[in-house]
């Protein structure tokens, strides 16, 4: 009601949390941010990419919770790193970023995806 939505619409918000790497983890040298996305109520096994994408616009935000994360864990990685938001979520990693005019305008988003084999068989004919 205090966010203005309607209570009657089927929709849900999707609600992020937020959170810096864990810096006694190896892994989190290579990981920009944390996030656990809830959608209808239930925590999310990845994180859809309406959530990847909006985050990698904020990161790229002064002043916002992802720019402030995403600041920090930078500042212990080396010179030369990707200008992609690697995001750590429940299933893995997924790397995103944006590109902002100089006025603060999103001029794109963009997700990097890998391909994994989801099955290998052979046919005879």
């Known amino acids: 009601m205090k966010m203005g939505l309607d209570p009657l619409a089927q929709a849900q918000p999707k609600i992020a949390i937020l959170s810096a790497p864990n810096?006694?983890?190896?892994?989190?040298q290579s990981v920009?941010?944390?996030?656990?996305?809830?959608?209808?109520?239930?925590?999310?096994k990845a994180i859809p990419m309406t959530v990847g994408l909006c985050?990698?616009?904020?990161?790229?935000?002064?002043?916002?919770?992802?720019?402030?994360?995403?600041?920090?864990s930078r500042q212990n990685r080396q010179p030369g790193d990707s200008k992609?938001?690697?995001?750590?979520?429940?299933?893995?990693t997924v790397?995103?970023?944006?590109?902002?005019?100089p006025d603060g305008h999103v001029k794109s988003a963009k997700?990097?995806?890998?391909?994994?084999?989801?099955?290998?068989?052979?046919v005879w004919w």
């Open 95 to 101: 790397d995103v970023g944006a590109e902002l005019s």
């Open 55 to 72: 985050l990698g616009v904020a990161a790229n935000i002064p002043g916002t919770i992802a720019w402030d994360i995403v600041s920090e």
């Open 84 to 92: 992609l938001v690697r995001i750590r979520h429940p299933s893995g």
């Open 23 to 28: 810096t006694s983890n190896d892994h989190a």
């Open 32 to 44: 920009d941010i944390v996030v656990h996305a809830l959608s209808m109520d239930v925590l999310h």
């Open 111 to 122: 997700v990097v995806r890998t391909g994994r084999r989801l099955m290998r068989g052979v």
